[in-house]
């Protein structure tokens, strides 16, 4: 062992040791086979409530076949930048797909949604502008506004007239403002006001950007997203989105209009200097897509057992939820993590969300369109006969 006060990597040990006294420590757990709405788990068979498959396609045949026949075509890996050799037909064809559903002018896919949205915002924004942020925003979204160099201001989550005080009070000494927000809030479960978003942008002369990563699939009558279900398609909106949730592969992209996208394969760091998607990924995502547009009853399922669920679940602990996240409350990290280990005992996958990553401990449950009545039942009973949810209704301080 090397003394502490000479090892410039002592800080670590006893960093980890602090994460593990506040019970933040997290750690993987390898699942077997493919993903489902029943998943293995050590062995075990898990009704997998953990999951942002929400349609169930990441381990549909034809997501499988379209990957197997794109690998045997094209080969693993794309090589290179898409402004180098990276580039293929199939790429195109993906970015024309996403652009048909949200009925934006065109699309750009990145290597993922993170990517996306760290590319995209230091893209828009400088050292002379405006980032407004909705306080809950996912991380890839705040990383992105602190990467921009832009001044980043929050605003109290999905409250308009604190974003519109903020604005007042900050938006003159900018060139540019940019509002980021994600349009479902991946660890609440709510959904962002976006109509007073836009008229509030449109007043002040602000770009909008909204992240669709859990919407897409999922919300609007064709799966177009939160865009869709507001009724704010072909508004001007940056739309961020990825491929790996609803859409069962791996990548992300933006839609918009063709300036933006023209704009962003020019200037968009994490788009420029990064390998194209690979081949089995982008043809799962074309054949993902394909699946949204003509398999409507996939998403009347997921609601179908969304509803099913809220009606279930333990009333008072359910935080509110418009979306196919729902969260139940506990008081301490302590409670929510003895609250997943009764679960998961229980034979339910279905895990404890901590701070840092949100201000309060909770359940997080993802619906998928494959769970089946008994795996909803199952988990209404379960979290109803958990005494470590808690009694009270206080909560814990933001971390
Ligand atoms: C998951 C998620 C991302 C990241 O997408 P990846 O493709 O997994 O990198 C970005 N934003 C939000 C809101 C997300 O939930």
Redesign the pocket.
């Known amino acids: 062992m090397k003394d502490s006060s000479t090892d410039a990597y002592a800080w670590l040990e006893r960093s980890l040791a602090t994460i593990h006294r506040a019970n933040w420590h997290r750690s993987v757990q390898p699942i077997q086979g493919h993903p489902a709405a029943v998943v293995e788990l050590e062995g075990c068979p898990m009704i997998n409530f953990a999951s942002?498959d929400y349609l169930g396609l990441a381990g549909d045949e034809r997501l499988i076949q379209a990957a197997v026949e794109a690998t045997q075509e094209l080969g693993t890996g794309s090589t290179g930048s898409r402004l180098l050799s990276g580039h293929r037909q199939l790429h195109r064809e993906l970015e024309e797909a996403i652009a048909s559903l949200k009925q934006t002018e065109d699309a750009l896919v990145f290597s993922?949604?993170?990517?996306?949205?760290l590319g995209t915002i230091a893209a828009l924004v400088g050292q002379r502008d405006l980032i407004l942020s909705d306080q809950y925003?996912?991380?890839?979204?705040k990383k992105g506004a602190t990467l921009s160099g832009a001044t980043v201001v929050d605003y109290l989550h999905c409250d308009i007239e604190d974003l519109q005080a903020k604005l007042e009070q900050h938006r003159q000494q900018y060139r540019r403002c940019l509002i980021i927000t994600?349009?479902?809030?991946?660890m609440d479960g709510d959904l962002c006001p976006l109509p007073q978003l836009l008229e509030l942008a449109e007043a002040r002369s602000c770009m909008l950007l909204v992240?669709?990563?859990?919407a897409t699939g999922v919300m609007g009558a064709t799966g177009a997203g939160c865009v869709e279900y507001w009724g704010c398609t072909k508004r001007p909106l940056i739309q961020?989105?990825?491929?790996?949730?609803a859409l069962g592969s791996?990548?992300?992209y933006v839609a918009g209009s063709a300036t933006l996208i023209e704009f962003l394969r020019n200037r968009a760091p994490s788009w420029i200097y990064t390998t194209g998607l690979s081949p089995a990924d982008t043809a799962a995502a074309v054949a993902a897509l394909a699946i949204v547009r003509n398999e409507p009853q996939r998403r009347a399922w997921l609601w179908h057992n969304v509803e099913t669920l809220k009606r279930q679940l333990p009333k008072p602990k359910l935080l509110p939820s418009e979306s196919a996240i729902l969260c139940m409350r506990t008081e301490t990290s302590a409670d929510a993590l003895a609250t997943a280990k009764r679960l998961q005992e229980a034979g339910i996958f279905a895990p404890a969300i901590r701070p840092p990553t949100v201000p309060t401990s909770r359940i997080r449950v993802s619906v998928m369109a494959t769970h089946q009545p008994e795996h909803l039942q199952q988990l209404s009973i379960a979290l109803t006969q958990s005494r470590d949810l808690g009694t009270s209704s206080t909560s814990e301080v933001r971390g």
């Open positions: 942002n993922s949604g993170y990517l996306a949205n925003n996912h991380s890839s979204l994600d349009s479902i809030f991946s992240d669709e990563a859990h961020i989105g990825t491929l790996s949730k791996l990548g992300g």
